[in-house]
């Protein structure tokens, strides 16, 4: 744990060492992002949808074994680490690595396409991590009902946005007001927050359509859920803000598409991702 006022995470690899740290402020934070509070509304997402869908988040409402706000604070726990973890496993993949830290959201630094592909391996390895998470849960609840499956999908995938555009937006104080970052492909350590946002909702939708093909969850679902929760949980938490806004605003979506397409083509040709795909048997 490192002692810092700014909401980080870490990865280092300082000769043999692999080391994975927080900032004391992360874990003040996630617990004060993600608290009762903030997250009261988020069920009132499946209204105006499919009857079905509505009902299920209701249920997950009133199951006493379950909090979306406990839910929420551990998908964006899952992902940090997962993320982290996967810078670990590509220094150790990379030959020319010896000592290295990774460092997220500082992205004032130089741009390198390299860096980018490995932040956008990292939150796909990541995004997953959240989405076993979620599964795990799901069988937890012991209830056959694959629609309350999709009900705890939608606000893992919101807790990353919802997080993305706290840090980007320099707005994990609630006090701080909101910096908007233009949206930018080549520049800066690591890819704008929105082209992180889409790697992570698209990458989640071809999950969910290989492992769990009878969701039938659609890129668009997912876009219009996790924003419908994020709205949600922004209502609580910046009442007088709309960060979503300058999300709508700036998204360019082809921009965003052109780019990802870019780092999936240059990560899957980086020796150190390449080795650990085929290391697990991934396809790609
Ligand atoms: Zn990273």
Redesign the pocket.
């Known amino acids: 744990m490192k002692n810092s006022y700014t909401f980080n995470a870490f ?1 280092n690899k300082i000769r043999d060492y692999n080391l994975i740290s927080v900032t004391n402020c992360y874990v003040v934070q996630t617990c004060e992002i993600f608290n009762k509070d903030h997250c009261k509304y988020i069920f009132l997402a499946g209204i105006n949808g499919k009857k079905s869908l509505s009902k299920a988040f209701a249920a997950l409402e009133e199951n006493s074994n379950f909090t979306f706000s406990n839910f929420m604070r551990n998908c964006l726990i899952e992902f940090t680490f997962g ?2 973890f996967q ?1 670990i496993l590509q220094l150790n993949s990379d030959s020319c690595s010896s000592s290295y830290a ?1 460092g ?1 959201n500082n992205c004032d630094s130089e741009y390198s396409i390299k860096k980018h592909a ?2 956008f391996d ?2 796909r390895f990541g995004a997953f991590e959240v989405l076993k998470y979620s599964f795990n849960v799901y069988r937890g609840l012991k209830v056959d009902n694959t629609e309350l499956l999709k009900c705890l999908i939608y606000p893992e995938v919101a807790s990353l946005v919802i997080t993305r555009l706290l840090f980007y937006l320099n707005i994990v104080e609630k006090t701080n007001i909101i910096k908007i970052q233009e949206l930018y492909t080549n520049k800066f350590s ?1 890819p704008h927050p929105f082209v992180r946002i889409i790697n992570i909702i698209d990458f989640t939708v071809n999950c969910c359509q290989d492992d769990f093909a009878a969701l039938s969850i659609t890129f668009q679902d997912m876009l219009n859920y996790t924003l419908k929760i994020s709205k949600l949980f922004f209502k609580s938490y910046i009442p007088e803000q709309n960060p979503l806004e300058s999300f709508f605003e700036m998204l360019d979506v082809n921009v965003v598409n052109h780019y990802n397409h870019e780092l999936y083509e240059f990560a899957i040709n980086d020796n150190a991702i390449r080795s650990l795909l085929l290391r697990r048997n991934i396809n790609f």
Do not use: I
Request: overall charge negative; proline content about 0%.
């Open positions: 990865a993320h982290e810078h990774f997220e490995w932040e990292a939150d690591h």
